[in-house]
């Protein structure tokens, strides 16, 4: 046969042999004898020439060899139909009259065999890629049983004899068929004709010998560039004598670990992917045998598998068009095989279906949990599909980038969906432990992006919430879930208003009933708070928890360590946070003195006098106030000085509560430094002109301010207003004569200040600031003149004009 080969793809000549034969032939055979019944046989013999010769003209043109491939697989099909379509051997002995015309028609027969195996031989001679060839013939063998398959099965052997004789020894081999090939020749392998199976056995040690070598050379190319000089070793030979058909035929189980072992990822993908569809086939024969393959291959295999997610994918779209039993219980297994070694592409491909889950995904979801050695590395990618948010599209970081293919991203319901599915099974509640904190606090979240989720979509299940009491239960808090019952907790968690509240309560309840995961819980959340969650309304969160576990397990104040954490907050981006973080400082004022670096912690609430939320501010005026009244004395007055500089900007802010806040504390530190007046006059007067001109503001509780303020600034620097200031004697241009004649008489040094600020003023939207400034303006000039000089005259003429 190699002979022929050889002496045949020399050049086209080979073809024009073959005719030459056929004119010999037809003049030793009596053709008028049997030329009416051997018409088949015939037009078969000349079609193959016809084909050979196309095919062979193809094979050394320019063609695009996209283009010629294609054109021939068309001609080797049509030559396919027409070796094979004849009758079998023994019909053709049967149509001669005589033993001669049996040797001829005989003799014909196998000439049309030899032409076409001739055919794929040259072919494959060329390029091994041609084996490719070999698969469509296992497919169209398949799709039509009236061919004669044990011929084409020898045909199929020879040409992977003569392969894997050409590949060995070659440094790579390029045949991206062997996957598929494998797949319908491990099937084969079964079949009912023992003369079928034994081609079949014969084929697929040809085929694992050619898929070694193709192994050996990737790895050798691949190790290539490490390789150092005079490093080299005798590397093993590719004998493949661990797959000759007696030892493939001794245990069957064999084929599936020598395929899994010998092929290469994408070819044993492709092994997978084509016994996965056979799955589906009408011959429950086929589709039992495919099972129990896949089974063999995946247990041993499936880490080589690639393109897990389409196979996930491909599963349940098989799975919700065929309800057979046994399709569906080789399905599922062959999900809990890809999920030992492949948790993270099979839960993240299952999280990506429409909620709520049918029934067909909860079962695929079974399927996957019932695998108990990957129980935490599906837990842990459960939980990185919970760090995202519904509805809003963004990377999931992950070894692999994935976007969701639900436009809406509703992956995190549905991983709230498979928990409460997941964790009541055995391996879950025994791994539930060790994440308890993690899923404790990605549901907190979930439950409050699902209360939002809701208010779009009344119908849809809280599944969250449910997941949430799930893990309670599972992790021995059954207590826990009852108190949060009957506090009407989970009822209410649906609200959105309730939820900040709800948080609340699940942190105290857990407290009251000590929680036994309380260290690795506190532990995670410092970590969390530490870190910073990905999102404001994570902050949020986190801290009504975290600071509930501390007021249930520590005494205020808190240990540094926690302490630091509030001191940062204060500062926060996000103005819920600072304020969280400033009411709960407020709630240390007992214990204030305790705190070791109390400084630190009164100029970070100093710092959020600059924020652009006024409820930050005036949440930050309170907190302060508080802790000054019970702040020890010698700390209060080093800062003294700092915290009324810090007052100043806020009496002209521009919201009249934030105003009327600063200006009344201002006078309150007044009153508590009394004993340091003299360390606080600079910052007095620089404070004192807000404080006359907003004498005149249209709001009442700014205008009460500004008079208890002065009242305060009059007693402690012995000034004679105090007369005037009282209500039913109060004119405003008496008051600023007043202290204008007080700053002429004891503190002329402060006159040109005051004027320099008042000059702001006149440029305000606020009338009664331009009236009051310009009222200022004039007695300050007028009392204290002779104390300027003639530059700061024209600058105040300027101003006034």
Same mark, same amino acid.
């Given at each position: 046969?190699?002979?022929?080969?050889?002496?045949?793809?020399?050049?086209?000549?080979?073809?024009?042999?073959?005719?030459?034969?056929?004119?010999?032939?037809?003049?030793?055979?009596?053709?008028?004898?049997?030329?009416?019944?051997?018409?088949?046989?015939?037009?078969?013999?000349?079609?193959?020439?016809?084909?050979?010769?196309?095919?062979?003209?193809?094979?050394?043109?320019?063609?695009?060899?996209?283009?010629?491939?294609?054109?021939?697989?068309?001609?080797?099909?049509?030559?396919?139909?027409?070796?094979?379509?004849?009758?079998?051997?023994?019909?053709?002995?049967?149509?001669?009259?005589?033993?001669?015309?049996?040797?001829?028609?005989?003799?014909?027969?196998?000439?049309?065999?030899?032409?076409?195996?001739?055919?794929?031989?040259?072919?494959?001679?060329?390029?091994?890629?041609?084996?490719?060839?070999?698969?469509?013939?296992?497919?169209?063998?398949?799709?039509?049983?009236?061919?004669?398959?044990?011929?084409?099965?020898?045909?199929?052997?020879?040409?992977?004899?003569?392969?894997?004789?050409?590949?060995?020894?070659?440094?790579?081999?390029?045949?991206?068929?062997?996957?598929?090939?494998?797949?319908?020749?491990?099937?084969?392998?079964?079949?009912?004709?023992?003369?079928?199976?034994?081609?079949?056995?014969?084929?697929?040690?040809?085929?694992?010998?050619?898929?070694?070598?193709?192994?050996?050379?990737?790895?050798?190319?691949?190790?290539?560039?490490?390789?150092?000089?005079?490093?080299?070793?005798?590397?093993?030979?590719?004998?493949?004598?661990?797959?000759?058909?007696?030892?493939?035929?001794?245990?069957?189980?064999?084929?599936?670990?020598?395929?899994?072992?010998?092929?290469?990822?994408?070819?044993?993908?492709?092994?997978?992917?084509?016994?996965?569809?056979?799955?589906?086939?009408?011959?429950?024969?086929?589709?039992?045998?495919?099972?129990?393959?896949?089974?063999?291959?995946?247990?041993?295999?499936?880490?080589?598998?690639?393109?897990?997610?389409?196979?996930?994918?491909?599963?349940?779209?098989?799975?919700?068009?065929?309800?057979?039993?046994?399709?569906?219980?080789?399905?599922?297994?062959?999900?809990?095989?890809?999920?030992?070694?492949?948790?993270?592409?099979?839960?993240?491909?299952?999280?990506?279906?429409?909620?709520?889950?049918?029934?067909?995904?909860?079962?695929?979801?079974?399927?996957?949990?019932?695998?108990?050695?990957?129980?935490?590395?599906?837990?842990?990618?459960?939980?990185?599909?919970?760090?995202?948010?519904?509805?809003?599209?963004?990377?999931?970081?992950?070894?692999?980038?994935?976007?969701?293919?639900?436009?809406?991203?509703?992956?995190?319901?549905?991983?709230?969906?498979?928990?409460?599915?997941?964790? #009541?099974?055995?391996?879950?509640?025994?791994?539930?432990?060790?994440?308890?904190?993690?899923?404790?606090?990605?549901?907190?979240?979930?439950?409050?992006?699902?209360?939002?989720?809701?208010?779009?979509?009344?119908?849809?299940?809280? %599944?969250?919430?449910?997941?949430?009491?799930?893990?309670?239960?599972?992790?021995?808090?059954?207590?826990?879930?009852?108190?949060?019952?009957?506090?009407?907790?989970?009822?209410?968690?649906?609200?959105?208003?309730?939820?900040?509240?709800?948080?609340?309560?699940?942190?105290?309840?857990?407290?009251?009933?000590?929680?036994?995961?309380?260290?690795?819980?506190?532990?995670?959340?410092?970590?969390?708070?530490?870190?910073?969650?990905?999102?404001?309304?994570?902050?949020?969160?986190?801290?009504?928890?975290?600071?509930?576990?501390?007021?249930?397990?520590?005494?205020?104040?808190? #240990?540094?360590?926690?302490?630091?954490?509030?001191?940062?907050?204060?500062?926060?981006?996000?103005?819920?946070?600072?304020?969280?973080?400033?009411?709960?400082?407020?709630?240390?004022?007992?214990?204030?003195?305790?705190?070791?670096?109390?400084?630190?912690?009164?100029?970070?609430?100093?710092?959020?006098?600059?924020? =652009?939320?006024?409820?930050?501010?005036?949440?930050?005026?309170?907190?302060?106030?508080?802790?000054?009244?019970?702040?020890?004395?010698?700390?209060?007055?080093?800062?003294?000085?700092?915290?009324?500089?810090?007052?100043?900007?806020?009496?002209?802010?521009?919201?009249?509560?934030?105003?009327?806040?600063?200006?009344?504390?201002?006078?309150?530190?007044?009153?508590?430094?009394?004993?340091?007046?003299?360390?606080?006059?600079?910052?007095? %007067?620089?404070?004192?002109?807000?404080?006359?001109?907003?004498?005149?503001?249209?709001?009442?509780?700014?205008?009460?301010?500004?008079?208890?303020?002065?009242?305060?600034?009059?007693?402690?620097?012995?000034?004679?207003?105090?007369?005037?200031? =009282?209500?039913?004697?109060?004119?405003?241009?008496?008051?600023?004569?007043?202290?204008?004649?007080?700053?002429?008489?004891?503190?002329?040094?402060?006159?040109?200040?005051?004027?320099?600020?008042?000059?702001?003023?006149?440029?305000?939207?606020?009338?009664?600031?331009?009236?009051?400034?310009?009222?200022?303006?004039?007695?300050?000039?007028?009392?204290?003149?002779?104390?300027?000089?003639?530059?700061?005259?024209?600058?105040?003429?300027?101003?006034?004009?």
């Amino acid at each position: 046969m190699s002979s022929r080969i050889i002496k045949a793809s020399k050049n086209l000549g080979y073809v024009e042999d073959k005719v030459s034969n056929l004119h010999v032939l037809q003049s030793s055979v009596k053709w008028h004898r049997v030329e009416q019944s051997a018409t088949s046989l015939w037009d078969a013999y000349s079609g193959l020439i016809s084909n050979q010769a196309m095919i062979l003209a193809l094979n050394s043109s320019f063609v695009d060899p996209a283009l010629q491939f294609e054109t021939q697989v068309k001609i080797i099909k049509s030559s396919f139909k027409m070796a094979f379509a004849v009758t079998n051997l023994d019909e053709v002995r049967e149509i001669g009259m005589h033993e001669e015309d049996e040797n001829d028609l005989e003799n014909l027969y196998r000439t049309i065999l030899n032409i076409f195996e001739d055919t794929l031989l040259i072919l494959v001679s060329k390029d091994v890629y041609k084996l490719q060839f070999l698969k469509e013939m296992a497919v169209w063998m398949n799709e039509d049983n009236s061919y004669i398959q044990e011929e084409a099965m020898v045909v199929i052997s020879r040409v992977l004899s003569f392969a894997a004789r050409k590949v060995r020894g070659s440094a790579s081999v390029n045949a991206p068929c062997l996957g598929v090939l494998a797949a319908e020749l491990s099937l084969l392998c079964s079949h009912s004709d023992p003369s079928i199976t034994q081609q079949a056995f014969v084929g697929m040690y040809h085929l694992l010998c050619i898929a070694k070598i193709q192994s050996e050379g990737t790895a050798k190319s691949k190790n290539k560039k490490y390789d150092k000089p005079g490093n080299h070793c005798i590397q093993p030979s590719s004998s493949g004598t661990e797959f000759l058909p007696k030892n493939l035929q001794k245990d069957k189980s064999k084929i599936a670990q020598s395929v899994g072992k010998t092929l290469l990822p994408p070819l044993l993908t492709d092994f997978v992917w084509s016994l996965l569809m056979k799955l589906s086939v009408p011959d429950q024969s086929i589709a039992s045998e495919a099972a129990t393959i896949l089974k063999l291959t995946l247990e041993c295999n499936a880490h080589k598998v690639t393109m897990v997610s389409k196979i996930v994918d491909t599963i349940y779209k098989q799975l919700c068009g065929d309800d057979s039993p046994i399709l569906r219980e080789a399905m599922l297994r062959v999900i809990t095989l890809l999920t030992r070694t492949s948790p993270k592409k099979v839960i993240f491909q299952l999280m990506d279906y429409p909620v709520p889950a049918d029934d067909i995904l909860i079962l695929m979801w079974y399927a996957a949990g019932s695998e108990s050695s990957v129980v935490p590395r599906v837990l842990k990618t459960i939980l990185l599909i919970l760090k995202g948010k519904p509805r809003e599209m963004e990377k999931i970081i992950t070894e692999r980038k994935h976007f969701s293919l639900d436009a809406t991203n509703m992956m995190p319901v549905a991983a709230s969906q498979a928990l409460c599915t997941l964790l #009541p099974l055995g391996p879950y509640k025994k791994a539930v432990a060790q994440f308890f904190p993690q899923l404790l606090m990605a549901l907190m979240l979930q439950l409050f992006y699902s209360s939002n989720l809701r208010l779009m979509t009344e119908d849809r299940p809280f %599944y969250a919430r449910d997941a949430l009491r799930v893990l309670l239960n599972c992790s021995g808090l059954q207590e826990v879930d009852t108190a949060l019952k009957r506090k009407n907790c989970w009822n209410q968690f649906s609200q959105v208003l309730f939820h900040h509240h709800g948080v609340y309560l699940v942190a105290k309840t857990l407290s009251e009933y000590n929680f036994p995961q309380f260290p690795e819980t506190l532990h995670y959340l410092y970590k969390l708070a530490v870190e910073g969650p990905r999102r404001s309304e994570d902050s949020v969160i986190t801290i009504i928890f975290f600071t509930e576990l501390l007021n249930n397990f520590f005494k205020d104040p808190f #240990p540094e360590k926690f302490l630091v954490l509030f001191r940062n907050w204060v500062n926060d981006p996000d103005p819920a946070v600072c304020k969280l973080s400033l009411q709960k400082i407020a709630s240390m004022a007992p214990v204030i003195n305790e705190i070791e670096n109390v400084c630190s912690l009164l100029t970070s609430i100093l710092d959020a006098f600059l924020s =652009k939320d006024m409820t930050v501010i005036i949440r930050a005026l309170i907190t302060l106030r508080k802790l000054l009244d019970r702040l020890d004395k010698v700390t209060y007055s080093s800062l003294s000085t700092r915290i009324a500089s810090s007052y100043c900007p806020l009496m002209d802010h521009g919201n009249e509560g934030i105003r009327s806040m600063a200006i009344r504390h201002f006078g309150q530190l007044l009153m508590d430094m009394s004993q340091y007046t003299w360390m606080l006059n600079d910052v007095v %007067y620089a404070g004192l002109v807000p404080l006359i001109l907003f004498l005149e503001d249209t709001e009442e509780r700014v205008v009460k301010a500004c008079k208890y303020t002065l009242k305060i600034c009059a007693s402690e620097l012995k000034w004679s207003t105090l007369y005037f200031l =009282k209500d039913e004697y109060y004119n405003f241009e008496l008051v600023v004569l007043n202290i204008c004649n007080n700053l002429l008489i004891s503190h002329q040094k402060y006159i040109t200040d005051l004027i320099s600020e008042t000059l702001g003023f006149l440029e305000s939207s606020r009338t009664y600031l331009r009236r009051g400034s310009v009222i200022l303006l004039g007695y300050l000039a007028k009392l204290g003149g002779h104390l300027l000089l003639r530059d700061e005259i024209d600058v105040m003429l300027e101003g006034k004009c």
